[in-house]
């Protein structure tokens, strides 16, 4: 198993800005694809964003494209995702996961391909 610690999770008002960080442990983080998901009560863990092995593609949820920046840095052994403009609607807990390998577009998205998770980090979103 392959820990993925997150952390910056918090509470922040509406408008506001937060960056949640993942450190993979290990020395293969460059050949795993990275994601975000994010789980809110009583609902489904649905996608957020994901960033490929390179770092040269990235995908977005609709409901977050242009607010949410995905960003990875392989020497570092780091993963970001910076939130930007949050609404409540964004409050649930986020979830760092990695696959192992490539993907590519629809298969970035799904949940059900990535092979090891994280804690999860609790972002709270108040109007």
């Known amino acids: 198993q392959v820990p993925l610690v997150e952390s910056g999770g918090g509470l922040v008002q509406a408008g506001g800005s937060l960056r949640l960080s993942c450190a993979p442990s290990?020395?293969?983080?460059?050949?795993?694809?990275m994601g975000w998901f994010r789980q809110a009560p009583g609902k489904e863990r649905n996608f957020v964003a994901a960033i490929t092995r390179s770092g040269d593609m990235t995908y977005y949820a609709d409901s977050v494209k242009g607010r949410f920046i995905i960003s990875r840095d392989n020497a570092m052994n780091t993963l970001s995702l910076e939130m930007n403009s949050l609404q409540p609607e964004d409050t649930a807990v986020y979830y760092c996961?990695?696959?192992?390998?490539?993907?590519?577009?629809?298969?970035?998205?799904?949940?059900?391909?990535?092979?090891?998770w994280g804690q999860g980090a609790q972002v709270t979103v108040s109007s």
């Open positions: 996961a990695a696959l192992v390998g490539h993907c590519y577009g629809p298969g970035c998205r799904d949940r059900r391909l990535y092979n090891y």
């Open positions: 290990g020395r293969t983080f460059s050949t795993w694809s």
